[in-house]
Structure formats: structure tokens, C-alpha cells
């Protein structure tokens, strides 16, 4: 039991405000490093590997530095914070990636991600 009365365990219905830090990783205005950059730091930083190798850095046009109140461009990390912090949406929720068992007759017919299901197989092509 949830401890809830009255909810059926769904989404909130009043999404409490953005608890994320003002971090630029968290951030609209700025660009993330490569997905190979990233990878290579992270075997560096994980023990994999001997070569050193920086921490990756981003790049942001909005950050604002010291008491100037005129955004400027620089080279951030993910974990840097200024106080021009606009939070990004939220990433949209991937579909599919499910993983589909189709039975007939009391035996599995088929087996596999959702997205691969036979077009034979699938719910609008059925007499249901």
C-alpha cells in the first residue's frame, strides 16, 4: 500500500517545481561536449585507461561572469553554475524499447521489441 488514500499510484497531478540544481549540464543555453569526448574521460576517470585526459567542457553563450550583466560565451563544465541558469525541458520520454511476448494457443509465437513485432501481429490488423 501506498499510504496514499485516494491515489492510484499515477503521475502527480501538480508537478512540484524543478528541484535541479542551476548547474549548466541542467541548463537550455548550453551545448554539451561530444558523446566521444565524454567517453574517453570517463575510461580515464574510471581507471580504463592511462592516458590522461581533461574533463570534457561545454560551451555556453549566456553565462554571466563576475558583476558584468552582458552574457558572454565561455567553456563550462557540466557542474559550473552562473546566475543566468534557465532550466531545459525536461528529455522527451522515449517509445518502444518493450519487449513483446505473443502467445496463441497457450505457446509463445513470437518473441521480441516492440518496435520489431510483425506487422501481422499487430493489434489494428487483428479482429478484436
Not at 17 to 38: F, I, L, Y
Request: aromatic letters at 8%; proline letters at 10%; glycine letters at 14%.
Amino acid at each position: 500500500m501506498t499510504g496514499r488514500l485516494g491515489h492510484n499510484g499515477g503521475p502527480a497531478l501538480h508537478e512540484p517545481a524543478d528541484t535541479r540544481p542551476g548547474r549548466c549540464k541542467h541548463c537550455r543555453h548550453w551545448k554539451v561536449p561530444s558523446d566521444e569526448e565524454q567517453r574517453v574521460y570517463e575510461l580515464f576517470h574510471f581507471g580504463l585507461s592511462r592516458r590522461h585526459v581533461r574533463r570534457p567542457t561545454g560551451a555556453c553563450d549566456g553565462v554571466l561572469i563576475g558583476n558584468n550583466p552582458t552574457p558572454s560565451f565561455s567553456a563550462t563544465t557540466g557542474e559550473f553554475g552562473c546566475a543566468n541558469f534557465e532550466a531545459a525541458p525536461p528529455p522527451p520520454i522515449p517509445k518502444g524499447g518493450g519487449f513483446v511476448t505473443i502467445w496463441q494457443g497457450g505457446r509463445a509465437i513470437w518473441q521480441g521489441r516492440e518496435e520489431d513485432t510483425p506487422a501481422r501481429f499487430l493489434q489494428q490488423d487483428l479482429d478484436l
